[in-house]
């Protein structure tokens, strides 16, 4: 069965420091992913997304994450962050077959310590 | 319109009551999905459209619960007899194709049932 599993449900950080947020995956063929965050009060937005090739992918507000096949894993990063990343993230998978949807982890809510 | 609009944004209703909550997807979007954010929980997804038709309608979670799509392009989820239960915010996708492609997010509605 397809799912996201994000382990971390609150994570804080410092103002400057460097980020990880985890997210594991069990997808049965080869899986399309993407990083969604929810600001406040705002819609949720695509950061970024990986279908294939290089399995380090670029995102929007300087943010990246890398695909690992051995361990099931996209885990988005950034090296310093921002005070306005303070939001929730979501991790997905979604296949290529015309009836496939996209499955949505459970978030990661992030808190910037001043 | 440029993105995906919802409507309402808010709706207040009493147990028992039926609600319709409209989709409007951006032009051109054959893919459309619902899902449902209860408060400080992930996506929960709800049911998917394929241009008219629901290949996969398999988060409904009750038959209180049911959608349909008009001409490629408005959605309408309804909401008979609903309970406290079901209060929560009820988001809107579309993308250009199904899977692979990014999902663009309407703002939602926030259902509120006394």
């Known amino acids: 069965a397809q799912s996201v599993t994000q382990p971390d449900i609150h994570i804080t950080v410092s103002e400057g420091a460097s980020l990880e947020l985890r997210c594991n995956y069990s997808?049965?063929?080869?899986?399309?992913l993407f990083w969604y965050v929810q600001s406040p009060g705002q819609g949720l937005q695509l950061l970024l997304k990986?279908?294939?090739?290089?399995?380090l992918v670029q995102g929007i507000k300087g943010f990246e994450a890398e695909f690992k096949r051995s361990q099931s894993s996209f885990n988005l990063r950034k090296p310093s962050v921002h005070w306005s990343d303070a939001a929730e993230y979501f991790c997905?998978?979604?296949?290529?077959?015309?009836?496939?949807?996209?499955?949505f982890g459970s978030g990661t809510r992030l808190s910037i310590r001043p | 319109g440029a993105g995906v609009s919802q409507s309402p944004s808010n709706k207040v209703t009493e147990k028992g009551k039926d609600v319709e909550l409209r989709c409007d997807p951006i032009s051109g979007h054959t893919a459309l999905y619902w899902y449902r954010q209860s408060l400080g929980q992930g996506l929960e997804f709800l049911i998917y459209?394929?241009?008219?038709?629901?290949?996969?309608k398999s988060g409904l979670p009750s038959d209180r619960f049911s959608a349909e799509r008009t001409g490629g392009s408005v959605s309408t989820l309804t909401i008979q007899r609903t309970q406290q239960e079901d209060s929560a915010v009820y988001l809107c996708a579309s993308s250009l194709g199904p899977g692979t492609d990014t999902q663009y997010f309407g703002p939602g509605t926030r259902l509120t049932v006394l």
């Open positions: 997808y049965g063929a080869t899986p399309y």
């Open positions: 459209f394929q241009g008219n038709s629901a290949p996969d």
């Open positions: 990986y279908f294939s090739g290089d399995t």
């Open positions: 997905a998978v979604g296949g290529y077959s015309s009836a496939s949807k996209i499955i």
